[in-house]
């Protein structure tokens, strides 16, 4: 079964706490963010903060240089970076890692994160204005020419394409579980997988129910990779892929499906261009077929770190992705639900780390 809805769901409702110094303090934090960044990954990169972990009692910064075959200036201005970060910690000369800086190093959300803004999102981020003017990705003219990063997915040099499955997998990963009963606490034959990148769980499902066949829509470049995954998985007979583009409202899609779904897709479009996508789904739906919608909206988060980490996956949307796009607010996409002439039959927050899953079906004729 799928978990029990989380309670105190964030708000940004109250005025801020904070007094004048301690926001003139988080502004210097702002502006020397992107150093902080950077030094951040280079202690990392450099193995000063795997040196620190493995010598819990601490090291001197002319031990970390003499182990790591550094100068003991370059292991001090890095540390003496990361005390202000509360990274690292000093007493009696000895440096030794905080539960910070342990995530930093350790922790697998946020390496996905780190490496996704590192490889992905810094380089282009300079173009952020002319993307929030022109409502376009600039940034992404630092990979190629093309109008959208799905475009040119499957083209991204290395480590900029792993990097970003790794990211957009990492979520996911962690919801399917959570999802596969919810989709098929009822008998599915035939489930239309929108947006299926590169097969993960249309691979998911077909392991989960052997009576089940897919259909995955997307990008031809995405499907090839979704085709070699689904061939060596020996599914080839229950997986079908079928190469299509979204955008172009004159395709309808196939009838017949019990499911279509929907994963981490939505997000990836302006809210018209959502509402357009989901009165093909509506056109593709009889009575009886359910429309699930798998996303992460900032406002049904129980931890602020998980909003604030959407809301700057936002800003990624804007200046790389194509342009248009956000993590959206729970009563946005339910607006564009409704405008398509769907309705929410069930709402599951906290599945995986912090999704949400919407059931629709057809609304009725005049409602």
Not at 61 to 66: E, G, M, N, S, T
Not at 112 to 130: E, H, K, R, T
Request: net charge negative; glycine share 6%; with cysteine.
């Amino acid at each position: 079964m799928a978990k029990p809805q989380c309670i105190g769901m964030i708000t940004f409702e109250e005025p801020s706490t904070k007094t004048a110094v301690e926001a003139r303090a988080n502004a210097q934090r702002i502006a020397f963010g992107p150093i902080v960044f950077q030094a951040t990954m280079a202690m990392r990169r450099l193995g000063i903060l795997e040196k620190l972990f493995a010598n819990p009692d601490g090291l001197t910064a002319a031990q970390i240089a003499k182990s790591l075959g550094i100068s003991e200036y370059g292991i001090k201005v890095m540390l003496e970076a990361g005390l202000s970060s509360d990274i690292v910690a000093l007493s009696e000369e000895r440096f030794t890692l905080t539960k910070t800086g342990y995530f930093l190093l350790k922790d697998e959300l946020t390496t996905v994160n780190l490496n996704f803004v590192a490889d992905v999102c810094y380089d282009g981020m300079q173009y952020l204005s002319d993307a929030i003017v022109e409502q376009k990705p600039k940034g992404l003219q630092v990979f190629g020419d093309w109008g959208t990063i799905y475009e040119g997915l499957s083209q991204l040099p290395e480590p900029v394409q792993a990097s970003w499955f790794a990211f957009d997998h990492f979520y996911s990963d962690h919801a399917f579980p959570d999802a596969l009963p919810v989709v098929f606490e009822r008998p599915v034959a035939r489930l239309l997988d929108v947006g299926g990148n590169t097969g993960k769980w249309a691979l998911q499902c077909v392991a989960h129910d052997p009576r089940v066949h897919m259909t995955i829509l997307d990008l031809p470049g995405q499907l090839e990779k979704a085709r070699r995954n689904i061939q060596a998985a020996g599914m080839s007979d229950r997986v079908t892929c079928q190469p299509i583009d979204l955008l172009n409202e004159a395709i309808a899609w196939p009838k017949g499906a019990d499911v279509i779904w929907m994963s981490q897709f939505l997000d990836c479009f302006s809210a018209p261009q959502i509402v357009s996508l989901l009165k093909r789904g509506h056109a593709a739906m009889d009575d009886n077929t359910s429309l699930y919608i798998l996303e992460t909206f900032w406002d049904r988060q129980q931890y602020e770190a998980a909003a604030f980490s959407l809301h700057n996956t936002s800003l990624y949307f804007t200046c790389l992705a194509n342009g248009n796009s956000k993590m959206y607010h729970s009563s946005e996409m339910k607006a564009c639900i409704a405008a398509a002439g769907l309705r929410i039959v069930r709402q599951v927050d906290s599945i995986g780390i912090g999704h949400t899953l919407l059931e629709c079906k057809r609304a009725p004729a005049g409602s």
